[in-house]
């Protein structure tokens, strides 16, 4: 096994019990197939997390949430940025994109871009457009997600 | 250098609250393929026009922009010429269920009554799910009706009944309350209008002759649309076969927050838009793929938003004309959607 594992036990805010993965400078794929799962555990508890802010109010201030107009974080289309964006006036990416949401119709206060909780929002918003190629600019369509038939659209 | 959907394309159209165009020369009667009922039959219906308001969303605290919304498509209904017959609501007037957001909605709407336009409504799973409808009964009523009027029988029923969820699970009202505010909850399960509305439907319409001309409104679309995100109801089937003994069923939904347009059998479905946000189109195919919505501008609270106004004419074709105020809906719909 190439990775060592910490397993240190905390709770997030979320209230989740999380395992940290620490990999060793030499480690390098081919991974061992539950050093695999443990990676892909790590990438579903952010997007859990990601899911839970995606649904909370507490981003903004007039009780909106960014599921309000984006449920399955559907139009979300994080796979056309960086794109222009009209309403930012500039080539944008996904986490000024959150922002602005979160500032102007959430009436919220902008998230740092290398947040914990911003890269939670941009991890869900990516992992329920799974599988999409990527179309950098497409300004012409919004893009529904991925078709979840049961649960929250994650492992 | 900023540019602006609003600065790129000139808009074209005042709200269409007046002039309402005849269904037969739409451009979309090729589209849609509507053309069912006999157009030079004789009913016994004077034509009249009705609006269909929904998906408010209120929440409690004050000069909410959706209040915003709701008042000024209130406001838009009483300038209408000629004024409608009557407006239904077609449910969702709170966010989360709470007495004081039914207040506040039953005072906006109020107005229209004042104005000498009644009302009708239906509850959405917004209004519903605090005190499983106590408070919104107290205020309005029965959650499902039938009424006739000028020779149209229209019927109202509630939708959004789902399988209880919140016993096994130890929740609290309010918790149960936000689960199913969630459009994307994965414990609620599908909701439907139940058995004791079916067997009521069915008394409501067995003396009805099939050319009556039934108009119905629920909630949620009596055709299933997405599941996932309860676009859909339950028993929609067993409802289009108590009502496929008529000639032509005109089904009004809300719930979808979108423009939306279905044929099922004798029936002809159309989603209304909300007062307060737009839902994206979820991941399947639309029967009518012509009949949609632009995107809207999200910074722009009265886009991607509106209501409908509805003509009825004496061969009970009808045209529904969504009334919207930022460029949402495409040029070809303009006129309205014939029914």
Known sequence: ?155 | MKISRRNLIKLSATAGLTAFTATSISPLLGVVNVAQANPRKKTKITPFNFAVIGDAHLYEMPNHRFDKTLERAVNDVLKMKPKPDFVVFIGDLANFGKKEELLKGKRILDKLRKAGIPYKMIPGEHDWYLDLGKFWKKLFGSPYWSFDHKGVHFIGMNSILVEDYWTARDMTPWERMLAIAELECHICGLWGVGEKQLQWLKEDVKNLSPDTPIVIFTHSPLWNYYPRWNFQTKDADAIRDILSKFEKVIAIHGHVHQVVYNRTGNMVHIGNLATSWPWPYPPVELPYPKIVMHRADPGDIYDGVGFATTYIDDTFLGNMKYVEWADLIPKDLKNGIPL
């Not at chain 1, 905390?10 to 050093?35: C, R």
């Not at chain 1, 839970?52 to 599921?67: I, Q, R, Y």
């Not at chain 1, 996904?94 to 602005?100: A, D, H, P, T």
């Not at chain 1, 869900?124 to 457009?129: A, E, G, K, L, T």
């Open chain 1, 1 to 155: 096994m190439r990775i060592k594992r910490y397993l240190l036990t905390g709770v997030l805010a979320a209230g989740i019990l999380t395992t940290l993965i620490i990999k060793d400078s030499k480690s390098k794929p081919p991974f061992e197939e539950e050093e695999l799962k443990l990676m892909n555990e790590e990438l579903i508890n952010l997007v859990k997390k990601g899911d839970e802010l995606w649904h909370s109010p507490k981003l903004g201030t007039n009780g909106l949430t960014c599921a309000n107009c984006h449920p399955d974080a559907a139009n979300s289309n994080p796979h056309t940025f960086p794109k222009y964006q009209s309403n930012i006036g500039k080539v944008a990416t996904l986490r000024e994109m959150i922002n602005w949401c979160i500032q102007i119709p959430l009436k919220g206060k902008t998230l740092p871009e290398d947040s914990e909780e911003m890269k939670a929002l941009e991890a869900y918003s990516i992992y329920m457009h799974r599988g999409f190629k990527l179309k950098p600019g497409d300004n012409e369509k919004a893009y529904p997600p991925v078709r979840v038939e049961s649960g929250p659209g994650y492992p």
